[in-house]
């Protein structure tokens, strides 16, 4: 399983995409453009990537640019992984 697919997994977890996000693509918005990503959901996001994939997410890490598409996302959590 690729950083990628982590990602994705989480997004349909927590967002309850019932499968939706399988068909992303890293030009995907997310911000904005998914209803289910609010606040408080991008808070529960960055919980579950933390304990999942062993993260540490400090409040200063994260801005609107790191949720705008799957691949900014995705990039973060790589750069967080030190992939």
């Known amino acids: 399983m690729t950083v990628r697919d982590d990602v994705l997994r989480l997004l349909d977890e927590v967002l309850s995409l019932g499968g939706r996000a399988a068909t992303f693509t890293d030009d ?3 911000l904005g453009a998914i209803p289910e ?3 408080m959901a991008v808070v529960t996001l960055i ?3 933390e304990e999942q994939l062993g993260l540490i997410v400090d409040d200063d890490d994260i ?3 790191t ?3 799957v691949g900014s996302l995705v990039a973060f959590v790589q750069a967080k992984l030190g992939d």
Do not use: E
């Open 37 to 39: 990503l609010d606040s």
């Open 67 to 69: 949720f705008a598409s």
């Open 47 to 49: 919980t579950s990537l």
């Open 28 to 30: 995907t918005p997310l």
């Open 63 to 65: 801005d609107g640019d």
